[in-house]
């Protein structure tokens, strides 16, 4: 009868990648130890990333998993950043949910692993953190950066960057590139996943220093813009460079025109009017060809994508 009900259980896997965090070890496992005690309706599992830490996190991470049993450890061999421990952590995952905290406990596993849980068990994909009482001297940044992001990609959420839970199938359906991390949200939100968000506490380091400085802020803005561009024209490119190319081809041919209309009343020419509007009719002219590559590639993409989807079907229909 007790096998029934522990098969009954929903699986959480808590993921929680680590970067020279040697002093927050002992109490972050301990945290997260005491959250799964008291979730009597789920299971748990945490996979802890260190991603080439220098310090003696390896061993205070080798310590306390084998005194916990439920911890699953992988390690880099050097610094990857964020964006790949979060492909090794989140391919490692065997949870119906998936709970994402930083190893600095800036967020409190105790009090927010049951505060993500609960809008997933409800029916939500994905749940954000809201930082309540943040001051780490980024609130500014912070908050231009979420305020833009908010208006370019209409997702109702005010801390994109902060602790997260999710669906399996989430995290599943979502490609992560380089520093891509960042924009998780943005990308759930275009793939129609159901998002929600809950307020947390917010608490100083104790020990170490973050990993992240400020510089980070003008990265990140480009970067918007590039996901932004990917979310529009990515499955079409064309319909971005074909309307760029036919403006200044059509601008060039007719600035073309108004020289020849120019030269044949007043026997003057102007050269470097001419070499602007016949780069133009060219340059116009390699957009159109790169649009039309750039959709030769979206297609072999969607096919391998067909191609993967049916192959991992067929592979969970042989189970």
Request: neutral net charge; proline residues 3%; glycine residues 8%.
């Amino acid at each position: 009868m007790e096998e029934k009900e522990i098969s009954k259980k929903n699986l959480v896997s808590v993921f929680i990648p680590v970067f020279n965090e040697e002093k927050n070890i002992a109490e972050l496992f301990e945290k997260i130890n005491s959250a799964a005690e008291n979730d009597k309706s789920n299971e748990y599992e945490l996979i802890v990333v260190d991603d080439g830490s220098v310090d003696g996190t390896a061993d205070e991470i080798k310590n306390h998993a084998e005194k916990y049993g439920f911890v699953r450890v992988f390690t880099h061999r050097k610094n990857c950043g964020l964006t790949e421990a979060m492909r090794t952590g989140f391919t490692e995952c065997r949870g119906d949910y998936i709970i994402f905290l930083p190893g600095d406990l800036e967020s409190d596993p105790e009090e927010d692993i049951p505060l993500l849980l609960k809008p997933l068990t409800e029916g939500y994909d994905l749940v954000t953190g809201w930082r309540q009482g943040r001051n780490d001297g980024k609130l500014l940044a912070s908050g231009i950066y979420n305020a833009v992001s908010r208006r370019l990609f209409n997702v109702k959420v005010h801390d994109m960057n902060w602790i997260k839970g999710f669906r399996r199938h989430v995290i599943e359906d979502i490609e992560l590139r380089s520093d891509w991390h960042r924009f998780i949200v943005m990308m759930a939100a275009d793939k129609g996943y159901k998002i929600t968000e809950v307020k947390t506490g917010w608490n100083p380091r104790k020990y170490g220093k973050s990993k992240f400085g400020l510089m980070r802020f003008p990265i990140s803005m480009v970067d918007v813009l590039v996901v932004k561009f990917n979310i529009v024209f990515g499955k079409k490119p064309m319909q971005f460079f074909s309307l760029l190319g036919a403006i200044m081809t059509v601008s060039g041919i007719l600035g073309l025109l108004y020289l020849a209309v120019y030269y044949f009343i007043t026997q003057t020419q102007i050269r470097p009017l001419f070499t602007l509007f016949t780069t133009m009719i060219i340059a116009g002219i390699q957009l159109f060809v790169t649009g039309f590559i750039a959709e030769l590639v979206v297609g072999l993409r969607s096919d391998l994508e067909n191609l993967k989807n049916k192959m991992d079907k067929k592979k969970d229909d042989g189970k």
